[in-house]
Each structure stands twice: as C-alpha cells, then as structure tokens.
C-alpha cells in the first residue's frame, strides 16, 4: 500500500508506480475475494504445461484498488460458467513454496481444498 494516498495493490511491490515511494506490505488474504473474469488455458508457460487446462482469473479484493492474476482450482476447466464471475475464493498456499507462480492458487470460498 502506498501509505501517503493509501492506493494498496494486490501483488507485492515494493515501490509506488506513480511516485516511486516506498510502499508498506499489508495482508489482503483475509479480505472477502472474488472472480473479476476468468478464462480457460489450454496451452500455458513451461511451469504451467503440464497442468493444462486449468482456469486463469482476475481476483478482486475488497479495499484493494488492483487485481491479482491467479489460478483457480477446485473447478471443472472443462465446464466453464459464467456464474463463476463474483464467485467468492480464498487464498491457497503449497507448504514448501519455491516463490514459483504455482505456489499461490485460490479456491471457492467453502471448499475443503
């Protein structure tokens, strides 16, 4: 969050990108979450290949002023619905991360995932 006009974003940064200030780091994984937009991939980066297809989405959280790109698990790729739009998810985290892109996922919020 940039901590003199309070605009908080929801990757991590380190700097504002409008003023170059120095940014705090503040938790948003309790704040209520939902899909923005999503799309299904069915070709991906080396890291995601093996897990195609596999849903892509926008993650809005409340009081946070950008969006998180993001995978969501716990849906059927092959099923996509439009009512997965404003569908609430929460945060999954791998136990042994290795600060890959695939350590960070979300799920609909009431899954046992």
């Not at 042994?96 to 695939?102: D, M, R, W």
């Amino acid at each position: 969050r940039e901590p003199q006009t309070g605009y908080t974003y929801a990757t991590p940064r380190g700097h504002d990108m409008d003023s170059g200030r120095e940014t705090e780091w503040v938790d948003i994984t309790s704040r209520r979450a939902t899909v923005h937009a999503f799309t299904v991939c069915h070709f991906g980066s080396e890291e995601f290949l093996p897990e195609t297809p596999f849903v892509l989405a926008l993650v809005e959280f409340e009081g946070v002023d950008t969006l998180l790109l993001t995978r969501i698990m716990g849906v059927d790729p092959d099923a996509p619905s439009l009512d997965w739009i404003g569908m609430d998810v929460k945060p999954r985290f791998l136990r042994n991360s290795k600060l890959k892109p695939t350590d960070v996922y979300f799920v609909p919020k009431g899954s046992d995932q």
